[in-house]
């Protein structure tokens, strides 16, 4: 299973983002999704996650600003992004917990590539 996210860019704070990531490959279930973030000399933070049943989680600092939500039909995840501020720049990464029906039924946690989101003031 891969996970491929899309949407990042350069906006002005206020402004708004739509991030995307889809999980792609064969014999799977993609169980409970998310997005984190990392700023340059800083660990990798929560931001949101979402399970297969639509329960969210947002980390304080974006509550409220930012919306969370999955297409299960498409094993997408989306994260919009509003009100954006400079504090929100940061490399996002999508992740997801999956289950793959092969010869052998195993579960696994995996990452999308990443992508960057910088807020100018």
């Known amino acids: 299973v891969q996970l491929q996210a899309s949407g990042g860019g350069l906006v002005q704070a206020g402004e708004s983002l739509k991030l995307s990531c889809a999980a792609s490959?064969?014999?799977?279930?993609?169980?409970?999704m998310g997005w984190y973030r990392q700023a340059p000399g800083m660990q990798r933070d929560l931001v949101a996650t979402i399970t297969s049943g639509g329960s969210t989680n947002y980390a304080d600092s974006v509550r409220g600003r930012f919306t969370i939500s999955r297409d299960n039909a498409r094993n997408t995840v989306y994260l919009q992004m509003n009100s954006l501020k400079p504090e929100d720049t940061a490399v996002y990464y999508c992740?997801?917990?999956?289950?793959?029906?092969?010869?052998?039924?195993?579960?696994?946690?995996?990452w999308g590539q990443g992508t960057l989101v910088t807020v100018s003031s």
């Open positions: 992740n997801a917990d999956w289950v793959h029906y092969g010869d052998v039924i195993t579960a696994a946690r995996g």
């Open positions: 490959g064969s014999k799977f279930r993609v169980d409970d």
